[in-house]
């Protein structure tokens, strides 16, 4: 996979272009202010009047809606909630996206599963920073950045590239470095990461380990320390170290129960179930079915958002936490 850094992109391709953020949450903040601080022209569009609106007036926005946005920028980021997108691309930026301005995404899955179909005469490209995008600017503000990927879905003005390359710049990823990919293979691996291991499986790892200790008369609170809390620690070790190098860091004791017990509860089976999962990500039923509860009014997505806020773990974190200080 090609991988570029500073040195190899050319970002003066911004030098007289706006760029209009639309969204200020998590990613969209972030690339916000990084790409001002890199000097780019920046305008924000957002919802008139919700949180975001006052956060932005605080950080020195003038923000404006999705449509005045679209209307003054060259490249539009879509950086608003997945669900959210079709929605306003359909009543909102569809109408402002003129021949050769270049809509972005930081994640493909409105444009792999066809909920946004843009016109040909435009770009369809994507920066997708991997991280959160707090770390984004921490990064950024440190005088570094985290890694993105970039991929062209349509090239209309024979510049695609170099735009999602210039903005990766701007907003400090190329000082890591930023791998070239497709909407396909970004969109599908994400979804089946998230699902499967980030937060899915480890989830239910967690979880399920602290049942086992607690219905097995262990005190809440150690269970916790044990399934959830150190699991920190081991993740920031095989971040910074690989798994050998979490392996080497931890007692033989520890090497020689994750080496020999591990494969015993993540196995086989589970692994033909990740299979499924991966399946349904790229046969679209996934996408389908998420969608639909979306439009449906989201019920059962609240549902389960409300039984995981209400899990014994959730509270007796939230007492461990207040006691380590990591929230009040």
Partial sequence: MKVYHDEDIDG???????????GYGSQGRA????????GVNVVLGLREGGNSWKRSKEDGWEPMTHIEA??????????????????????????AMTENKALQFAH???????????????????????????????????????????AVHQDASGKALQKALAIAKAIGSARAGVIETTYKNETE?????????????VDQLIRRGFKVLTEAGYPPELAYFEVCNELKLIVDLIYTSGIGGMYRAVSDTAKWGGLTIGPKIIGDEVEEKMRTALKAVQDGSFAANWVAESKAGAKKFDE?????????????????????GLEK
């Fill in 12 to 22: 003066s391709i911004l030098d007289d272009m706006t760029v209009a953020v639309l």
């Fill in 31 to 38: 690339q916000a202010l990084n790409m001002r601080d890199s």
């Fill in 70 to 95: 679209a209307q003054k920028a060259d490249i539009v980021l879509m950086l608003m909630p997945d669900m959210a997108q079709p929605i306003v691309w359909g009543e909102e930026v569809s109408l």
């Fill in 108 to 150: 493909g899955f409105n444009i792999h599963f066809g909920e946004i179909k843009p016109p040909e005469n435009i770009d369809v490209i994507m920066v997708a920073p991997k991280s959160p995008g707090p770390e984004l600017r921490r990064q950024y503000e440190a005088g570094f950045g985290v890694p993105a990927l970039v």
């Fill in 189 to 201: 691996s994400d979804l089946f990461g998230e699902q499967a291991v980030l937060c899915g499986g």
């Fill in 304 to 324: 389960l958002m409300a039984e995981c806020d209400a899990l014994e773990i959730e509270k007796v974190g939230k007492q461990v936490r207040q006691m380590s």
